[in-house]
């Protein structure tokens, strides 16, 4: 990603949405069913051993980008469709 020339921070902006719980709360906190539920139509294994990597254990995309206004202009907002942990 490029930045709209803010020198703060160094002319770019973060890469990704960030985790607001850590991999271990998540584990604790989220089953198999709700990532299934979080991840229809995402091409993403659905076992015990990746629900640390569950959608909802990320900050919300939207959030992120607002936060970052000054930092770069949205074109486009994507939507995953694969995750692959390993």
């Known amino acids: ?3 709209l020339g803010n020198q703060e921070p160094f002319d770019n902006c973060s890469d990704g949405a ?3 719980m850590s991999r271990h709360a998540a584990l604790r906190r989220f ?3 709700d990532h299934i539920a979080a991840t229809v139509g995402a091409g993403c294994p659905r076992y015990p051993g990746v629900i640390d ?3 909802a254990a990320y900050k919300p995309i ?7 206004a ?6 486009h907002t994507l939507k995953q469709v694969l995750r692959v942990k390993g």
């Open 1 to 3: 990603m490029g930045g």
């Open 18 to 20: 960030g985790r607001p």
């Open 31 to 33: 089953t198999v069913e």
């Open 53 to 55: 990597e569950t959608p």
């Open 62 to 68: 939207e959030s992120v980008m607002a936060a970052q």
């Open 70 to 75: 000054d930092l770069t202009e949205i074109v």
